[in-house]
């Protein structure tokens, strides 16, 4: 079966670094696009980032500001992000989530992790 | 930026009906989707493409689409129903996920 499993989550200072990972396992990770979407304690879900096929395109929310990276190894099944200048409001639980089409053309978010908790704090 | 506009709460008694709206200017151009969250798990898929159940989602989940507004209905809703529940969809030709801010069902 689809499992996701996150890892690297952790306590953090402000300004410091975090590398994400992810191992994807019971499907064909290369076949998909995959995201990142983090929710605050108490919050919703926000969207962070995702890429394309084979480590092709890659988005970012407008709050990312430069600061993340996404990234994936079809060779491990596995995707990443690395998180500089972390700031206090990233505090979250970091979903990784696969994204299929279901046949509409269009990719969504089908299958989620666990998620990782990040919390930046000094 | 793009949003998508949900009701923060949505209650009802067990049996009844629930229906949960969102809002997006978008949304004739796009698809939406539905997600529900319990306490302490991750999101899972309920509704995609507006209106297609994923299966093992049970019948009594059914979207329907309607200008730039999608409904999400629970019919004869069950205790176990009561989670928190998101729409989301795309901006931009479809590269920029939006969710909205959710919607707290609550059976009384």
Not at chain 1, 13 to 21: D, F, H
Not at chain 2, 28 to 49: C, F, S, T
Request: hydrophobic share 30%; proline share 5%.
């Amino acid at each position: 079966q689809v499992q996701l499993v996150e890892s690297g989550g952790g306590l953090v200072k402000p300004g410091g670094s975090l590398r994400l990972s992810c191992a994807a396992s019971g499907f064909r990770f290369s076949d998909y696009y995959m995201s990142w979407i983090r929710q605050a304690p108490g919050k919703g879900l926000e969207w962070v980032s995702h890429i394309d096929f084979s480590d092709g395109a890659k988005y970012y929310a407008d709050f990312v500001e430069g600061r993340f990276t996404i990234s994936r190894d079809d060779a491990e099944n596995s995707l990443f992000l690395q998180m500089n200048s972390l700031r206090v409001e990233d505090t979250a639980i970091y979903y990784c989530v696969r994204e299929g089409t279901w046949g509409s053309g269009s990719y969504f978010p089908d299958f989620w992790g666990q998620g990782t908790l990040v919390t930046v704090s000094s | 930026s793009y949003e998508l506009t949900q009701p923060p709460s949505v209650s009802v008694s067990p049996g009844q009906t629930a229906r949960i709206t969102c809002s997006g200017d978008a949304l004739p151009k796009q698809y939406a989707y539905w997600y529900q969250q319990k306490p302490g798990q991750a999101p899972v898929l309920v509704i995609y493409k507006d209106t297609e159940r994923p299966s093992g989602i049970p019948e009594r989940f059914s979207g329907s689409s309607s200008g730039t507004t999608v409904t999400l209905t629970i019919s004869g809703v069950q205790t176990q129903d009561e989670a928190d529940y998101y729409c989301q969809s795309a901006a931009d030709g479809g590269i920029y996920r939006v969710f909205g801010g959710g919607t707290k069902l609550t059976v009384l």
